[in-house]
C-alpha cells in the first residue's frame, strides 16, 4: 500500500479533477467513501432535488474551504494536503468501507484529524477506481489554528504498513529518505506519448551515474557527461566555482520549447555536486592503470586483465562486506561503479541483464551509514580500467574472464544484501537480492561456452589422473559441499585442477587457497566458484581453448598454505601471494 503527499492551493481544482474523467478516462464512477463528518455533499451521487455534479462539486469545495477562508490571511498558502493510496496489484479489492477505515486511520496518523478531536481538519476520500483513493484535506483546524503535521510522509507510510499487516496485504519494504525520486505522473505520461521507454528523469540517472563511474576528476565527469549526448549546464558562484549542474535530454523539451532541465541531487540523492565531490575525495580513481592490471601474462587482451583485476579487488570488497563494518558502505558505492564499468563494455549477449543488474543495486548503494575513512581507490580503479580497456567481446579469453568477474559479483551482492539486512536496510538489502538474480543470469549467458570445454576436457581426461583429481577435490571440501553425481561442473574443476598441475602447481594446497579465500555456503554451485577461484590464482586461461603455459623457470610451484589461528581472516585474492607471483621467486644468487 502506497501512499503519495502533495501539497496545494487550489480545492475547487483538485475536485474538478478527482471527478472528472481522469487524463486518459481512467476515473469511473467516482464517488465519496469517507468524510470527516461522514456527511458531506458527494458530487458523484448526488440524490438531491438539483442533481446537477457542478453544482454539489461547489458546495464540496466550499464545505471543505470554510475554515480557511475563516482564518483569513492566518490559513497558509498551500492549505490542500493531497494523499492518494494505493493497493499492490496482487491484492484484493477494498470495499467502500474498508476504504473510509483507511482514510481515518491516515488522516488520524499524520494528525490531521485525530479521533474524537472536534476540531480536526476537514477531509474527504475520493475513489474512482478499484485500487486506490485520493484523500483531499485543508489544513487548518476547527480552532483556526494549523495543525502540527512533521514527518507526515513517514507517518502516512508507517501507518500503511500496520494496515498491510491487518488486512493480509502484500507488505512492502520501509524505506529511509535516500531513494532516488520516482518520475511523476506528467513525466510518465509524456514518456508513453513520446515512444520513450522510460522516462528523461530515469534516463538521465543512469548516463550521469555511467559517467562517474571511475572517473578521477570533476572535468573528467563533465566531459563524459557531454561525450553521451546530455546537455551540460554548469552552475557557477559569484567568484567562478562550480556550485552544482544540470542536465537534459536531447529534444526533451517543454511547451515553450526550451530544454527541460533536471539537477543532479533531483536526479538521485548521491549525484549532487557537493556528494559527487566526496566521492571523488574517498577514493579517486588512479589515472593511470592500476599495477595488478599488468601483472602476470602479458598476451590476454585489454578487457581480459581488467576484469581478472577487478575480480580480485571484488573479492577483497566482499570479505570487507563480510566483516560487518560500517566502513563497508564505500566498497558498496565502488561495486556500484563496477557494475556501471561492466555493463558499459559487456557484449551484447550479456547486456541486458547487467544493465538491470546494475540499475537494482543502484539503490543498495545509499544509505545512511556513512564511511568516515572509505578507501575506494583500488575499486574506482578497477572500474576506471575496465572503461578504458574499452568493449570486450563475448568469446575466447574475454568472455570467460567476464563469467570470472560474474560469478564473484553474484558473491559479493549476497555479502551486501546481508551487511544491509543485519542493519535494517529493507530496501537496499532486496536491491542487493534482486541483483545477484540479474548476476546470475548474465554469467549463465558468459559461463555457457567456457563451462562446456571444460567439462569436455575434464570429461577426455585419463582415468586414472580424473580419480585422482577428483579425490583431491572430495578430501579438500567439506561433506555434502560438492555435487559429485553431477554436474558439468564438477568435470570443470577436475579439469582445471588437471591443467594447474600441468602448469606447475601443487593442485591440493592450490585448492586449499582457493577455499580459504572466503566463504563458499552462500554459492550456488561450489564448483563454478572454486574454477575461477583456481584459474586466476594460477593464471590458467579462463577460456580453455587459450593457450596453457608452465610458469617461467625459477618460479616455484604453489605452496601448501601456512597456518594461522581460527579467527584470523584469510588473505585476501588480491593480496596473497601466487605461483607467478615475484614474491614466490627464489633470491638470485
Known amino acids: 500500500m502506497v501512499p503519495k503527499i502533495r501539497r496545494g492551493s487550489r480545492t475547487h481544482g483538485l475536485l474538478v479533477y478527482l471527478y472528472g474523467p481522469g487524463k486518459r478516462d481512467e476515473h469511473t464512477d467516482a464517488h465519496l467513501v469517507g468524510s470527516w463528518d461522514g456527511f458531506a455533499p458527494d458530487p458523484g451521487r448526488d440524490t438531491s432535488p438539483d442533481p446537477d455534479p457542478k453544482v454539489t462539486l461547489a458546495r464540496l469545495s466550499a464545505a471543505l474551504d470554510l475554515r480557511v477562508k475563516q482564518a483569513g490571511a492566518t490559513a497558509p498558502a498551500q492549505h490542500v494536503w493531497h494523499c492518494s493510496v494505493r493497493t499492490d496489484p496482487g491484492d484484493r479489492h477494498l470495499t467502500d468501507a474498508e476504504w473510509n477505515t483507511v482514510a481515518r486511520r491516515l488522516v488520524h496518523a499524520v494528525n490531521l484529524a485525530p479521533e474524537g478531536d472536534p476540531d480536526g481538519c476537514r477531509w474527504v476520500a475520493v475513489r474512482h477506481a478499484d485500487d486506490h483513493i485520493h484523500i483531499l484535506a485543508t489544513m487548518v483546524r476547527g480552532d483556526l489554528r494549523r495543525p502540527r503535521m512533521n514527518y507526515d510522509f513517514k507517518k502516512a507510510q508507517a501507518e500503511c504498513r500496520r494496515i498491510e499487516k491487518e488486512m493480509g496485504f502484500r507488505q512492502l519494504r520501509p524505506g529511509d529518505g535516500t531513494g532516488a525520486k520516482s518520475p511523476t505522473s506528467a513525466e510518465r505520461f509524456k514518456a508513453e506519448r513520446t515512444g520513450r521507454s522510460e522516462a528523461p528523469r530515469e534516463t538521465l540517472r543512469e548516463a550521469v551515474r555511467q559517467a562517474l563511474a571511475g572517473a578521477a576528476t570533476e572535468e573528467e565527469f563533465f566531459a563524459r557527461l557531454r561525450e553521451a549526448g546530455l546537455r551540460v549546464k554548469v552552475r557557477n558562484a559569484p567568484s567562478g566555482d562550480a556550485i552544482g549542474y544540470n542536465v537534459a535530454l536531447p529534444g526533451d523539451r517543454n511547451r515553450d520549447g526550451a530544454p527541460i532541465w533536471y539537477p543532479g541531487s533531483k536526479l538521485a540523492p548521491d549525484l549532487s555536486l557537493p556528494k559527487i565531490r566526496r566521492r571523488l575525495a574517498d577514493g579517486t580513481a588512479d589515472q593511470t592503470t592500476h599495477p595488478a592490471a599488468t601483472s602476470g601474462r602479458t598476451d590476454w587482451s585489454p578487457p581480459a586483465r581488467e576484469r581478472r583485476n577487478a575480480t580480485g579487488i571484488a573479492e577483497r570488497a566482499a570479505v570487507l562486506l563480510d566483516s560487518d563494518d560500517d566502513e563497508a558502505a564505500g566498497q558498496l558505492v565502488g561495486i556500484g561503479e563496477l557494475l556501471d564499468a561492466v555493463t558499459q563494455t559487456s557484449p551484447a549477449a550479456t547486456r541486458a541483464e547487467l544493465g538491470a543488474a546494475a540499475r537494482s543495486f ?95 576436457q575434464g570429461r577426455a581426461l585419463p582415468e586414472a589422473e580424473r580419480r585422482a583429481h577428483q579425490a583431491t577435490i572430495r578430501a579438500a571440501l567439506p561433506d555434502g559441499v560438492m555435487r559429485a553425481d553431477s554436474s558439468s561442473t564438477a568435470d570443470a574443476l577436475t579439469a582445471t585442477l588437471a591443467q594447474a598441475e600441468h602448469a606447475g602447481h601443487d593442485p591440493k594446497a592450490l585448492l586449499q587457497q582457493a577455499i580459504e579465500m572466503r566463504e563458499l555456503d552462500t554459492a550456488d554451485d561450489v564448483n563454478d566458484v572454486l574454477v575461477w577461484r583456481l584459474r586466476r590464482l594460477a593464471q590458467l586461461p579462463a577460456h580453455p581453448g587459450e593457450a596453457t603455459r608452465r610458469p617461467q623457470a625459477g618460479t616455484s610451484q604453489t605452496r601448501a598454505p601456512a597456518s594461522r589461528p581460527n579467527n584470523q581472516t584469510a588473505p585476501t585474492a588480491a593480496a596473497r601471494p601466487t605461483a607467478s607471483d615475484p614474491r614466490n621467486r627464489p633470491p638470485r644468487r
Open 362 to 456: 543502484e539503490r543498495a548503494t545509499r544509505s545512511h551509514v556513512r564511511a568516515e575513512h572509505a578507501d575506494t581507490r583500488a575499486i574506482r580503479s578497477a572500474a576506471r580500467g575496465i572503461i578504458q580497456a574499452g568493449s570486450a567481446l563475448g568469446r575466447g579469453e574475454d568472455g570467460g574472464t567476464t563469467a570470472m568477474l560474474l560469478s564473484t559479483l553474484v558473491l559479493v551482492t549476497i555479502a551486501a544484501a546481508r551487511w544491509h539486512s543485519a542493519r535494517g536496510h529493507a530496501q537496499q538489502a532486496h536491491a542487493s537480492r534482486q541483483t545477484a538474480e540479474h548476476l546470475r543470469a548474465a554469467y549463465r549467458q558468459a559461463a555457457a561456452t567456457p563451462m562446456q570445454a571444460l567439462h569436455d
